[in-house]
């Protein structure tokens, strides 16, 4: 089911190519900097790389998550930042193919897929992160338009993105009342406010987004009122599978340098790879991201195939996510005093790795949906 085709494989040989000519030359320089470059993802763009799953007519590849998630890997294992903004930018490409009208689509998708325009997904608040449903941003229409106030916080390319979606309140308390809408980047009106100084992912920029009665057209809701939650959760369920994805690129690069070390390395007259110690380390290393990587590419056939994910995308993040913090913390211990320094890329690596266990919905909320779905499997009649 698994077994990647020759096309697969041959995207991403030159993902990986692209990610080392192109932003392994910089990928320190910009951790220590928290340096975003947005050139890269136009590069990227042009190299087919930000549009893998956008349909051909709007000018991406076409190609499934079982592709996509083979690019991501590749890139996170360069830089696990801009595995992220792809994967971000893509949220709008994958929220507009399925929901966007004709017009939405043809406005955004294109430039989307090209890497000419950078997207963003708003739907987290100061007061809203895992109970997405109780956001308090409004959307108030006025003749033509709606008119929307709020703050939207932790948004990965924020002042930085050409377009966002927005989730905001158009009617009642909790999950009915929330619609989306697109909101261009240069709308007056809209203003980003701190950028987050993060432990890791450093290159990727995450901002406060503040929307003052920016006046957005109705053509500009996606869908009906009331839908944006629904739109939200697609978005959601398909970003657990990229995010997967890019735990196991960070988890393969951690066990590339560590191994790679561990049989350079001598003590006592050996290389410390065959000290049991070492060597278990690495071997469970090895078999816990086969196991994620498996699982993701479960989760992105199913996906792919039309066939009932949620669930399963759930299971390959929680499982992906938390390899890739015990991979990486198992790296930097096989590389000993090194791996606490900058010298060696595993410290980047654990550091990336620490928020893959909480964006696009935090474990603790992946194991809630995975109980969920047992509960209504297992319950008696």
Not at 262 to 274: C, K, L, N, S, W
């Amino acid at each position: 089911m698994f077994e990647p085709t020759e096309e697969t494989a041959a995207l991403a040989e030159a993902a990986r190519a692209f990610c080392l000519d192109t932003l392994a030359p910089t990928a320190k320089e910009d951790d220590d900097a928290e340096q975003f470059r947005k050139e890269y993802i136009a590069a990227m763009g042009e190299h087919g790389l930000c549009g893998i799953a956008a349909p051909e007519e709007y000018g991406g590849l076409g190609l499934g998550y079982v592709e996509y998630c083979a690019v991501l890997e590749e890139i996170a294992k360069v830089s696990a930042s801009y595995a992220v903004s792809v994967a971000v930018t893509g949220l709008p490409q994958i929220i507009l193919n399925l929901y966007g009208s004709s017009a939405q689509k043809d406005r955004w998708l294109p430039p989307l897929a090209a890497g000419e325009a950078l997207g963003a997904f708003a739907l987290s608040e100061p007061g809203s992160g895992s109970d997405a449903a109780a956001l308090k941003t409004t959307a108030t229409l006025d003749g033509h338009n709606y008119r929307l106030n709020g703050t939207k916080f932790w948004i990965t390319h924020g002042g930085y993105a050409d377009v966002y979606i927005v989730m905001a309140r158009t009617g009642g308390p909790g999950a009915k009342g929330v619609s989306a809408f697109i909101v261009a980047g240069d709308a007056a009106g809209l203003s980003f406010g701190k950028k987050e100084e993060k432990m890791g992912l450093r290159a990727s920029p995450t901002v406060e987004v503040v929307l003052d009665d920016v006046v957005v057209p109705v053509e500009d809701r996606i869908g009906p009122e009331g839908f944006g939650f629904k739109v939200a959760m697609a978005a959601l369920d398909s970003g657990r599978i990229t995010i997967g994805a890019t735990a196991v690129g960070i988890s393969q690069a951690a066990l590339d340098v560590s191994a790679h070390y561990a049989t350079e390395r001598h003590q006592f007259g050996r290389p410390i790879v065959d000290f049991q110690g070492v060597g278990f380390m690495l071997a469970d290393m090895a078999c816990r991201i086969e196991t994620s990587r498996l699982l993701v590419n479960k989760a992105a056939w199913l996906k792919d195939n039309g066939r009932d994910y949620g669930h399963v995308a759930a299971m390959a993040k929680v499982v992906a996510t938390d390899t890739a913090m015990a991979v990486t913390t198992d790296a930097v211990q096989v590389l000993g005093g090194y791996g606490y320094t900058r010298e060696h890329p595993v410290e980047r690596y654990m550091r990336d790795a620490k928020v893959m266990q909480i964006v696009e919905g935090t474990n603790q909320i992946q194991r809630m949906v995975i109980a969920r779905h047992l509960k209504r499997t297992y319950a008696v009649a």
